[in-house]
């Protein structure tokens, strides 16, 4: 799987339509109306995600490994 940082993925959600609703430190945490479901990216500079993590929000989000 390819690794990709957190500020990378933000920017992926983003662009799918997901809304940055918060910030709390450095965890930004992403929502969609339609979802209840929320998204706590942590962007800890260029940074990657772990695997497990970045699986987890794909899958959350409907992204795949594709479009990285």
Known sequence: MK???GKNFAK???KRGWKLMRIN???FIYGKPECIE???VPIHKNKSLKTGL????????????KEL
């Open 3 to 5: 690794s990709i940082s």
């Open 38 to 40: 929320r998204l706590s």
């Open 54 to 65: 970045l699986r987890h929000f794909m899958k959350i989000a409907g992204i795949s490994e």
């Open 12 to 14: 992926l959600l983003e």
């Open 25 to 27: 430190g450095s965890h």
